[in-house]
């Protein structure tokens, strides 16, 4: 009976959501104008408080990562809840709620999401930083502590450290007692990696990064890199690291690596290489859960916190996406509706 209601009274309710009809360059970011859409069984209806950009949202506008066309675009956002379709439990009109996918979408004013695929935002945690940081905590959650194993004591590299994931890794690296040598290329970003807590800082736009961690560690290498960077950074990222050390590649900023002689994994000391995606470590709905659970305690415990370094109207995607290619932003970008 509520819920007929709401959605009565919302009839005339529009809602404006990007959409890409062709691969290419940011001004392939188109905008369209819908009357609100109901959800169905099994959904809800969300009103975004924000959106969270992300360079994977580059590589779907690219077509880098493959994706039907016509499609939305963006994966994150954080809002509350205007309507309910059929068979929903455990949710009520007016609970702030943050997603991050499934599917594209989420650069929009409102959206209908599966029920399944919402947490539940604490009540600390206001709409921006959780569209800043929920896709890039669980990120760092699954990539250190499920992928990485990475240990209180260890040291480790961390490309782009203030980046939007960058800065986030950083800390929860601190938080959990390890030392971090970052990666980012200018000073201005390097004091931003510095009072994140970065131990050591190589600036990759003028030094090697290879030399730079084996002066670093008396010569040893560390055991985990975590690579966001790509093709630029893969042979350097394998030449810092100790025998038997691991790679976590996991993205593809200056493009992805392809190519490779397995070989060169033994040459330089019986390394792994994981690519991993955050989607298949948060798969299930107890893998969900736990990790979900971890990020906010993570942010509530204050070890970790969110830098929204710029903040665009939603429509200015476009330009947001220029600005995060060219390599002018330090932690999260959010577009506001
Ligand atoms: P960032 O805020 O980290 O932006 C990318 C950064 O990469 C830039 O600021 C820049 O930092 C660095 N960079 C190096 N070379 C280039 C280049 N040629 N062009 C552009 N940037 C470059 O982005 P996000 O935090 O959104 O994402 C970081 C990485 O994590 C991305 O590769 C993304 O795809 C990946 N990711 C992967 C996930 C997964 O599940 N595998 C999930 C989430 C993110 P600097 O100027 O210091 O070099």
Not at 87 to 93: D, E, L, M, R, S
Not at 143 to 157: F, S
Not at 167 to 179: D, P, T, Y
Request: glycine share 12%.
């Amino acid at each position: 009976m509520g819920r007929q209601c709401i959605l009565k009274g919302q009839q005339k309710m529009k809602c404006t959501r990007a959409v890409i009809e062709r691969h290419g360059g940011p001004e392939m970011i188109g905008w369209v104008e819908d009357d609100l859409p109901a959800p169905g069984p099994g959904q809800v209806l969300v009103e975004h408080g924000a959106v969270g950009l992300n360079f994977i949202d580059t590589y779907h506008r690219t077509g880098l990562y493959p994706i039907e066309l016509p499609n939305g675009l963006g994966l994150e956002a954080a809002g509350r809840i205007i309507a309910l379709g059929d068979g929903v439990t455990g949710f009520a009109v007016g609970d702030r709620v943050a997603y991050m996918g499934p599917g594209l979408g989420a650069y929009a004013t409102h959206r209908v999401m599966p029920a399944d695929a919402l947490y539940r935002l604490p009540d600390d945690i206001p709409d921006d930083i959780a569209a800043a940081a929920i896709l890039k905590a669980a990120t760092v959650e699954a990539l250190v502590e499920r992928c990485a194993h990475v240990k209180p004591g260890d040291t480790v590299l961390v490309h782009a450290a203030a980046g939007g994931v960058g800065l986030l890794m950083v800390q929860w690296l601190k938080a959990i007692g390890v030392q971090v040598i970052g990666t980012v290329s200018s000073q201005a970003k390097a004091d931003i990696a510095f009072a994140a807590g970065c131990d050591h800082v190589i600036r990759y736009d003028r030094d090697e990064i290879a030399p730079g961690v084996r002066e670093l560690t008396d010569g040893a290498g560390v055991p985990v890199v975590f690579d966001g960077v790509g093709k630029d950074t893969f042979i350097a990222s394998l030449d810092s690291l100790s025998p038997r050390g691991l790679l976590v590649s996991f993205g593809n900023a200056s493009g992805p690596v392809d190519g490779v002689n397995l070989g060169i994994l033994a040459q330089k000391g019986s390394l792994f290489v994981t690519r991993p995606t955050l989607f298949h470590y948060y798969a299930s709905p107890e893998d969900r859960a736990l990790g979900i659970a971890r990020v906010w305690s993570m942010l509530g415990s204050g070890k970790v916190e969110v830098t929204i370094g710029k903040t665009y109207p939603l429509t200015e995607a476009a330009q947001a996406h220029r600005v995060l290619e060219a390599r002018k932003t330090t932690g999260s970008t959010v577009l506001i509706p």
